[in-house]
């Protein structure tokens, strides 16, 4: 497995675009240092992808565990970092902001490392249950693994409502199964058994028993670890409790970063943001000819109308 090379990155130029559309100060810290550090080692890997990949060859047999920390942080090209990251931007700031920065670095950190785990018991019992020795030797990467947990997570804690998926509307709490299906059928090459592993640690997470035992080692490792509820704003400050309680009193502070970034979102839900990216980044690699580069998102009459309503709404 070798990085496909390119002569731009045009895929990267797209991501770092996004980013400074919605501002880095209105990121969490635990989303944007993932994105840095996944950006930092797409141009600077520690080893090639075919050292960095994880299967059951590899990490059991060779005993290279290593790969359990370096998959989910390597990606094959600058297309498969931009449509991992850009997921990764919607969900880090919904999620980060409800959970705290604390919690949901311990959480991406361990769901980096159980995905990897589950992929490899999920591949092992393939080969062996069908007899299929190929299914030992097939090797993946990519953060995606890890955005299907989050997936998960994030419709856990907003069931309600509906998500488009290839034109049809699909209940958030199936969206998981539907976006797996969907990529494995219209997208060969991506891995199946990677994007399970990440579904079947998200419900370990909400269903199971994952979130008590995280509890447990955090009360144990470290007694002042932020839990479940503690929520934050973010400035150019840098980030602040503010449940139950502003700084100084004053609830201003949240309040201005929540309306500039709804401001900049139009009001769009992350899937329907999501849409925005995708759409412009497929129009760019077949139309570069045609004009400028469609960096960002370009918003229909009706998402317009919804934007300049909140900037009035604003305003008073």
């Not at 991501?15 to 080692?41: D, E, K, M, R, Y």
């Not at 589950?118 to 993946?140: G, H, I, K, S, W």
């Not at 490792?221 to 503010?242: C, K, L, R, T």
């Not at 045609?290 to 919804?306: A, D, K, S, V």
Request: hydrophobic share 40%; charged share 15%.
């Amino acid at each position: 497995m070798q990085r496909r090379s390119r002569g731009v990155n045009v895929g990267l130029l797209m991501l770092l675009s996004q980013v400074f559309h919605v501002g880095i100060n209105n990121i969490p810290p635990v989303t944007l240092a993932t994105l840095a550090l996944n950006v930092w080692l797409f141009l600077n890997p520690l080893k090639p992808l075919h050292y960095s990949c994880i299967s059951v060859e590899k990490c059991y047999q060779q005993k290279d565990w290593q790969r359990l920390l370096l998959s989910p942080l390597h990606h094959a090209d600058d297309w498969h970092l931009y449509f991992n990251m850009v997921s990764m931007l919607w969900k880090g700031i919904k999620l980060e902001r409800r959970l705290g920065s604390r919690w949901f670095g311990y959480i991406i950190t361990t769901f980096s490392l159980l995905t990897g785990v589950v992929y490899l018991l999920l591949q092992f019992t393939l080969a062996e249950f069908m007899n299929e020795p190929d299914f030992r030797r097939n090797c993946a990467v990519g953060f995606s693994g890890v955005l299907f947990a989050l997936k998960v997570l994030s419709n856990h804690y907003c069931p309600g409502g509906f998500v488009n998926i290839m034109g049809f509307p699909v209940p958030n709490r199936f969206a998981c199964w539907a976006e797996l299906i969907a990529i494995h059928f219209c997208t060969p090459g991506t891995s199946f058994a990677g994007h399970l592993a990440g579904i079947l640690v998200g419900l370990m997470y909400t269903q199971g028993p994952l979130k008590k035992i995280m509890e447990t080692c955090a009360g144990v490792f470290s007694p002042n670890v932020g839990y479940p509820g503690q929520q934050y704003y973010f400035n150019s400050a840098g980030p602040s409790g503010y449940q139950n309680h502003y700084p100084d009193g004053r609830a201003g502070a949240y309040e201005e970063t929540h309306r500039n970034y709804d401001a900049y979102t139009a009001g769009l839900s992350e899937e329907e943001q999501l849409e925005r990216a995708l759409r412009a980044s497929l129009w760019d690699r077949g139309n570069t000819r045609n004009g400028p580069t469609p960096y960002g998102f370009r918003l229909t009459p009706e998402e317009e109308m919804r934007r300049q309503r909140l900037h009035r709404f604003d305003g008073q």
